[in-house]
């Protein structure tokens, strides 16, 4: 049995060990939001955090994940609450087809929990292997520059967003709208 959080909730699954995580995640849990691509930790389709980071799903073994805190895209935001991220994918139409789009969200995410203020260099390692055929990089980055100047003003930050502090993040306790 291998026990890990799964978007906030404790979760057990009784399956072999070397399984890919993102099997366990489609196929088990039944959540689709994140995908297939290459299968070799290639393209990115796959990825979501653990424990903070950005992994590649298809080529972790769910065994790696045994006690650890996994966030899947469903985990990031819903219809009614998205993340910043997300709604700057909105307003910037960043998705073509959309099918790398999920995987882009989640490095983007986890770059954003770890450093508000990325340069341009920051911001292309950490979507770096990203593959999208639809070639919608321009897009993206876009949304990742505004969300992240947004963030920095007290005025547009979501309540309980987590700011990033030299050792850690820290829960914002200011204002919000
Ligand atoms: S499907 Fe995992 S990196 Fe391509
Ligand atoms: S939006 Fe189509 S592959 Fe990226």
Not at 56 to 73: E, F, N, Q
Not at 101 to 107: A, D, E, I, K, V
Not at 166 to 174: C, I, L, M, S, Y
């Amino acid at each position: 049995m291998i026990s890990f959080q799964l978007n906030g909730e404790d979760v057990s699954v009784d399956i072999p060990a070397d399984t890919p995580l993102l099997w366990v995640i489609r196929d088990y849990f039944k959540l689709k939001g994140s995908k297939f691509g290459c299968g070799k930790g290639l393209c990115g389709a796959c990825s979501m955090h653990l424990d903070g980071d950005s992994v590649r799903t298809c080529i972790h073994p769910v065994s790696a994940v045994s006690g650890k805190s996994v966030k899947t895209i469903e985990g990031l935001g819903s219809a009614d609450n998205l993340h910043p991220l997300q709604q700057a994918w909105i307003d910037n139409n960043a998705p073509q087809c959309g099918y790398c789009q999920s995987g882009q969200l989640m490095s983007a995410s986890a770059l954003l929990a770890k450093n508000l203020s990325p340069s341009e260099e920051e911001i292309d390692n950490a979507m770096k292997g990203h593959i999208c055929r639809c070639g919608t990089y321009p897009r993206i980055k876009k949304a990742i520059t505004e969300t992240a100047k947004a963030l920095n003003s007290t005025a547009s930050r979501p309540v309980g967003y987590y700011l990033p502090t030299e050792n850690n993040v820290q829960e914002d306790k200011g204002e919000s709208p």
